[in-house]
């Protein structure tokens, strides 16, 4: 069955510093969305992706569609306190959530 | 406009007894899609419903149930309740027919079973 696996699953990085977490999936993806979940909140939707190669921005955040549509990436320029969170990806196709990167930024 | 609401939000039961949660959508938005949320398991999806259907389900036990009213307004049921169902719900409405469409998640319902 599909699956998509998410990297790494924990990272700390210090204010100012670059992150990126990646979605690596078995199968080929119609589409991916990226969520972000606060600690004690809800995720909420940051992007969705559709074509293959496709490459948006938003701000410091930097989202990638693989050219085979097996993989996306997340990247953070000079990481805030304010992006401290869990970052998914999801696949809707099956539904299939990747386990997530939980963001610590260290001031 | 008011977000998606989720109610009661916590709520502790015993095993082997029923809940029932409930979602309120955003207004006009006519899906409306079940997730639990676990420390070991993540975000996993238990079903899907538009305009009254069930349009996909999640790989759950029958023990999950849900459905939806008219006026877009969600119920999930869990009966027998195991130990470990003790998660957090979170439901999450859309525009569109499909959850390929952004979703609008609520603050969740945190159930506990003792």
């Known amino acids: 069955g599909q699956q998509v696996m998410q990297i790494p699953q924990y990272q700390h990085v210090q204010e100012g510093e670059d992150f990126t977490t990646y979605c690596n999936s078995s199968?080929?993806?119609?589409?991916i969305q990226w969520y972000k979940q606060r600690p004690g909140g809800h995720p909420v939707f940051l992007i969705q992706?559709?074509?293959?190669?496709e490459v948006k921005k938003q701000k410091r955040l930097t989202f990638q569609f693989g050219e085979a549509k097996k993989n996306s990436s997340l990247h953070i320029t000079a990481t805030q306190t304010t992006d401290v969170g869990t970052y998914f990806c999801?696949?809707?196709?099956?539904?299939?959530f990747g386990t997530g990167t939980k963001l610590q930024v260290i001031p | 406009k008011a977000g998606v609401t989720q109610t009661p939000r916590y709520l502790i039961k015993t095993r082997g007894q029923q809940v029932t949660l409930s979602c309120s959508p955003i207004?006009?938005?006519?899906?409306v899609s079940w997730y639990q949320q676990t420390p070991g398991q993540g975000l996993q999806f238990l079903f899907e419903?538009?305009?009254?259907?069930?349009?996909n389900k999640g790989n759950f036990p029958g023990r999950f149930s849900g459905r939806q009213f008219s006026n877009s307004r969600s119920e999930m049921n869990v009966s027998t309740l195991e130990l470990g169902d003790s998660a957090l719900y979170l439901c999450?409405?859309?525009?569109?027919?499909?959850?390929?469409?952004?979703?609008?998640f609520g603050p969740g319902t945190r159930l506990t079973v003792l």
């Open positions: 999450a409405s859309s525009l569109g027919e499909r959850t390929y469409n952004e979703q609008f």
């Open positions: 199968t080929t993806l119609s589409n």
């Open positions: 992706l559709v074509k293959s190669g």
């Open positions: 999801v696949s809707y196709q099956k539904v299939t």
């Open positions: 207004s006009g938005h006519r899906s």
């Open positions: 419903y538009f305009s009254e259907t069930q349009r």
